[in-house]
């Protein structure tokens, strides 16, 4: 390179630095297939795969257990503390007392009826919609968004608030509150039927709209969603509706099959690659916030595809294979190190407290990821940070930010943070399923 355009690069690096601009988004190419190794791996059994995902999928209608007031209950510290609603403002305690008493916590459990959600919606810590912010600026972070769950999820309904607007509910990877117009219950011999099904469906892309057979929308498919195949037939798949007695009951919906591919697929380096180019770029959403991923939802939607079910949130996706790694021990650099040498590309999740990522391999021999992610902080000096935010789902190196960190400043960038891994290629190749 000549010394003049050389220069040039570096002066423009220093700028953008200098600017606040986060030079890995800048530096390296925002596509997944770009860092596809040159060898394929095994494929794992797709057979194992599906039948171990569809008993956790159906468990609600099963033998899923009632969870304990405890655990159900968790978010009631924000009861203590009065935190901030939309406007800024401090929440009334007047209306936070009766949203407390509308959860009837004495009662819990009310019931056990086996549902499924008919519209895609929120999963609430609490029964309501109004958002909670531990602080007044504490925007995106609504504490009492717990989750966004997909129409057509199998869900065990608990309890239900006193004004019978929401139900808590118990499905295969969240629990919390949803509202009532938003499930139905569902008959035993509904439920019969439905598990006698074999073939399902899952798009190839994501956002995809569903019609019936004079067009008009039904609904949206997500990637990570599957959908009943209606046998001999590769147009149409069934979704749920509510009858006049109010239980649900399948009704068809008509699809283009180059939209959608057989469930599961296959678990390569190269599907997976092709799913996150499908999400990168797309808004970050706490909590599935406005139908949009966290990082969490990044990497259970960029599995669900290919028959692995992961939890809700980080912590318990990478305990979820009982294969995680401790790295907390580690410095920095041996870290990297270790994840480069024994992490699966495109298969193995990288944690740290309150994030998950996906890693996909290398450049540069610098660690590579695809996550989405609100901001980071960068350490400055005199124990001051800078928050850069990010907001969507990106690729970068666990450097992130390294440009704009004061030398003196204690780290903590994302490879300072990361406490474990986990391979889910592994988990799937020595998957035991009965």
């Given amino acids: ?101 509308s959860m009837d916590i004495p009662h819990y459990p009310s019931t056990a009826l086996k549902a499924v959600i008919l519209a895609d919606t929120s999963v609430r810590a609490v029964p309501t919609d109004e958002p909670y912010y531990r602080t007044k600026d504490g925007y995106p972070f609504d504490r009492w968004q717990n989750s966004f769950i997909f129409a057509g999820t199998p869900v065990l309904i608990t ?37 006698r099904f074999k073939e399902y469906l899952t798009p190839l892309r994501d956002k995809i709209a569903l019609y019936d057979q004079r067009r008009n929308y039904l609904a949206t ?77 990044f990497t259970r939607d960029s599995f669900a595809s290919f028959g692995i079910l992961l939890p809700r949130n980080s912590l318990a996706q990478v305990q979820y294979a009982k294969n995680a790694i401790d790295l907390s021990h580690m410095s920095a650099h ?34 590579i990821v695809a996550h989405n992610i609100w901001a980071i902080s960068v350490p400055k000096h005199r124990k001051k940070t800078h928050i850069y935010n990010i907001g969507k789902a990106v690729i970068t190196t666990l450097r992130l930010g390294k440009e704009h960190k004061d030398m003196f400043a204690h780290s903590k960038l994302l490879i300072d943070r990361v406490k474990a891994m986990s391979d889910l290629y592994d988990y799937s190749l020595k998957l035991v399923v009965y």
């Fill in 159 to 195: 309890h239900y608030n006193k004004e019978r607007t929401y139900a808590h509910i118990q499905s295969s990877f969240v629990f919390g509150w949803v509202r009532v117009e938003d499930i139905a219950p569902i008959k035993p011999q509904m439920i019969q039927q439905v598990m």
């Fill in 334 to 367: 041996k870290k990297e190190a270790y994840i480069i040498k024994h992490a699966t590309p495109f298969a193995t999740i990288l944690w740290l407290k309150g994030h998950i990522m996906l890693y996909l391999g290398t450049r540069h021999r610098k660690a």
């Fill in 1 to 101: 390179m000549p010394k003049v355009l050389l220069l040039l690069v570096v002066f423009l690096a220093g700028a953008l630095a200098h600017d606040g601009v986060l030079l890995d988004l800048i530096r390296l190419p925002q596509k997944a297939t770009y860092y596809l190794p040159k060898h394929a791996l095994p494929i794992p059994s797709k057979a194992k795969l599906k039948k171990a995902y569809l008993e956790q999928w159906y468990a609600p209608w099963v033998d899923m257990p009632v969870m304990d007031t405890h655990e159900v209950f968790w978010m009631l510290d924000t009861f203590s503390a009065l935190g901030f609603g939309k406007d800024g403002k401090p929440n009334d305690p007047v209306r936070m007392q009766a949203l407390y008493e």
């Fill in 221 to 297: 498919a997500h990637m990570g969603e599957i959908f009943l195949k209606i046998p001999n037939t590769s147009r149409q798949v069934y979704i749920y509706k509510q009858d006049q007695e109010g239980y649900a009951y399948l009704s068809p919906a008509f699809v283009n099959p180059k939209d959608f591919t057989p469930f599961p697929r296959p678990l390569t380096q190269k599907t997976m690659a092709t799913i996150i180019d499908t999400m990168l770029g797309q808004k970050y959403g706490w909590g599935g916030a406005h139908q949009d991923r966290d990082c969490s939802a």
